[in-house]
């Protein structure tokens, strides 16, 4: 029973990524109301001389619409200062913002961000009617392609 209850998630998770693609881009006329940055660390890589690596995700927030706020890279992150009046284009069902504007000049554009929803939404959607399925011996871990 939770085996078909976990196929569930994973078809109903596929369906609404692929939905998301589907869906017409909501466009918004958006206000930049601040900046937070937040690093995460870890000790066990050795990425750096040190022993330690950090990674640094970007979020801006914004006002006068429903998105709240956009993940975005370093570059963008410097751009846009708070109170800057922007046009983002999100998707409507997971609010994933896919080009950011700024008087008409494009800031930020994920130009792939459509492939790897169908993609992903294609493998969730697999896993949830048997396609693609881990095996359950302890002989052979991974996943397998059945067809049929």
């Not at 006002?63 to 890279?73: E, K, P, Q, Y």
Request: glycine residues 10%; aromatic residues 10%; charged residues 20%.
């Amino acid at each position: 029973m939770l085996k078909f209850l976990i196929r569930c998630v994973f078809f109903i998770a596929g369906v609404a990524l692929i939905l998301d693609v589907l869906l017409p881009i909501r466009t918004e006329q958006l206000r930049v109301d601040q900046h937070t940055s937040q690093t995460q660390t870890d000790q066990r890589s050795t990425r750096s001389g040190d022993g330690r690596w950090a990674d640094t995700s970007y979020k801006i927030h914004l006002i006068g619409g429903t998105l709240s706020s956009c993940s975005v890279g370093y570059s963008v992150y410097a751009m846009l200062r708070d109170g800057d009046s922007i046009e983002v284009q999100s998707t409507k069902i997971f609010q994933m913002c896919t080009r950011i504007m700024r008087e008409g000049e494009q800031i930020d554009h994920y130009k792939h961000w459509k492939w790897f929803a169908l993609l992903g939404g294609a493998m969730l959607i697999a896993v949830g009617i048997g396609w693609l399925k881990g095996d359950d011996d302890g002989d052979n871990n991974g996943i397998s392609i059945r067809f049929g």
